[in-house]
């Protein structure tokens, strides 16, 4: 194997095997192809819905205004939540 495929194979995280044949380093190579493009696509049909999402105005606008208020309302309803378990009977 050369080195730069070491190299290579050391840098995409990938474990360095030996087979036996051919045959089965190209299965494992399809294999490895067919995973990555699988998560390549869910990751389009996330990027799709949210694109969508945004499109018909479910988004939320992110400026430190807005952040301030979302950071303020999940400590409204964390403190809530926190005081209805301590006066509640265990």
């Known amino acids: 194997m050369s080195a730069r495929l070491l190299l290579l194979a050391a840098s995409t995280g990938y474990q360095?095997?030996?087979?036996?044949c051919g045959g089965k380093a190209v299965k494992e190579a399809l294999s490895l192809w067919e995973e990555r493009e699988r998560r390549r696509l869910e990751i389009l049909a996330a990027v799709d819905e949210a694109e969508a999402s945004l499109t018909r105005g479910e988004g939320r606008p992110i400026t430190q205004e807005s952040m301030h208020e979302l950071a303020g309302s999940v400590k409204q309803r964390g403190r809530a939540r926190l005081?209805?378990?301590q006066n509640s009977p265990r």
């Open 83 to 85: 005081a209805a378990k």
């Open 16 to 20: 360095i095997r030996t087979f036996a």
